[in-house]
């Protein structure tokens, strides 16, 4: 049953932990599956916000420093029931993960010497270093394109070789990229940059 | 270690950071480098308990706490990761529809650039304990080429990368 997307029906707040449960925190894949999911059940699906409205919560969430995730489901959280549907987003998002992290983990400390998980372990850290080359590559994509492309190059060379030759704190390196945005702007500026699709930007 | 101190340097890593694992270099600079409370192996494991779970990517942190602090770390660390989404709601009340800022955007493109430049540093270390041998290696290329290519989820990665290695080492006992 597919209600009219028209962003005026309000959420009980059982219903949004309801939502927020099971489509934050029981998505595999982080913010883009999750967001995608979101999308098609708070907008398409429910019509608790409008397309423009989901729009705004996404853009501010990646304004905002942290997992833009979970701005992201405060922001739609507010939006709809103010400070209860924000602190309800946020806990139902984020708490069935953290248990089940915790849980991982402590087996992690408790078969890691076991030798059948040793060999399981290795391989699995192998993919991590993989799955973090990867996530570096999902993070630059976007800003690839011929109009940010120079900049982008300048700015991750110079990211890599601050910390790995330079030793600089990652905290500096940031505030100098930072500083590197405002003077360098893309080719496109001072207009807006075309908006980037929640499919494109990680989470 | 004091689990508020723990907290702090997560909560510095998490504000600074504008995605799930760009927290990564500050983590690793506080906690491996400056404070010695953890080491590569565990920082490497915490990513990957990290990616086996649903939810966001930024939960790889309640491992961190853990390993550093156990349970109560494991706390510290969430609260570190969701305290960052409440700066959310002055920027709605604030910034409202005018997001579309140019100066404001080439400012935030830089640092989420600059985030995968160091998370690009930090995954040298990083394969150094993790990648000693070709099949590592193998599984740690074949995973970042299968999750840029394909739309397979991480879980299947980690999981056929278990696989390989368990395989891998009945076949060749003496590896």
Redesign the interface.
């Known amino acids: 049953m597919a209600a009219q997307p028209g962003g005026d029906l309000k959420p009980k707040l059982r219903d949004l932990g309801a939502v927020f449960i099971r489509f934050g925190s029981l998505t595999f894949g982080g913010g883009i599956p999750t967001t995608a999911a979101l999308q098609r059940e708070i907008v398409q699906r429910r019509g608790w916000l409008d397309p423009q409205q989901f729009g705004i919560c996404y853009a501010l969430g990646q304004l905002t420093p942290g997992t833009n995730l979970l701005a992201f489901c405060v922001a739609m959280g507010w939006s709809l029931l103010r400070a209860a549907g924000a602190l309800t987003a946020l806990l139902s998002v984020s708490t069935p993960g953290m248990i089940l992290v915790i849980l991982l983990t402590r087996a992690y400390e408790t078969w890691s010497g076991n030798p059948v998980a040793q060999h399981i372990v290795h391989g699995a850290l192998a993919s991590a270093v993989g799955i973090v080359g990867a996530s570096c590559w999902q993070l630059v994509r976007p800003y690839l394109d011929r109009r940010r492309a120079a900049r982008t190059a300048v700015i991750v060379a110079g990211s890599v070789l601050a910390l790995a030759r330079f030793h600089l704190p990652p905290v500096q390196v940031l505030g100098l990229a930072a500083l590197v945005g405002l003077i360098w702007r893309d080719r496109g500026s001072p207009q807006a940059a075309p908006k980037d699709s929640f499919t494109d930007s990680p989470s | 270690m004091n689990v508020f101190i723990l907290y702090l340097v997560l909560l510095?890593a998490?504000?600074?950071?504008?995605?799930?694992?760009?927290s990564?270099?500050?983590i690793r600079?506080e906690l491996v480098v400056k404070r010695a409370v953890l080491t590569d192996?565990q920082l490497?494991?915490?990513?990957?308990?990290?990616?086996?779970?649903?939810?966001?990517?930024?939960?790889?942190i309640?491992?961190v706490g853990?390993?550093a602090a156990g349970?109560p770390g494991?706390a510290a660390g969430?609260l570190a990761?969701?305290?960052?989404?409440?700066?959310?709601?002055p920027?709605?009340h604030y910034?409202?529809?005018s997001?579309?800022?140019?100066?404001?955007?080439?400012?935030?493109?830089?640092?989420?650039?600059?985030?995968?430049?160091?998370?690009?540093?930090?995954?040298?270390p990083?394969?150094q304990?993790?990648?000693t041998g070709a099949?590592?290696?193998i599984?740690?290329?074949?995973?970042?080429?299968?999750?840029?290519a394909t739309p397979l989820?991480?879980?299947w990665?980690?999981l056929?990368?278990?696989?390989?290695?368990?395989a891998?080492?009945e076949l060749t006992p003496f590896r």
């Not at chain 2, 990761?81 to 709601?89: D, N």
């Not at chain 2, 056929?160 to 368990?166: K, N, T």
């Open positions: 510095k998490t504000v600074t950071s504008f995605s799930g694992l760009a990564l270099p500050i600079d192996h490497n494991a915490a990513v990957l308990v990290g990616r086996s779970t649903p939810g966001p990517i930024g939960l790889y309640v491992s853990y390993f349970t494991a969430w990761l969701i305290t960052p989404a409440f700066l959310v709601i920027l709605l910034l409202g529809r997001t579309e800022h140019p100066r404001i955007k080439n400012v935030l493109e830089a640092v989420v650039v600059s985030s995968a430049g160091l998370m690009l540093a930090t995954s040298i990083l394969a304990d993790a990648v099949l590592p290696l599984i740690a290329a074949a995973s970042c080429l299968t999750l840029i989820d991480t879980i990665v980690i056929g990368s278990a696989a390989l290695s368990l891998a080492s």
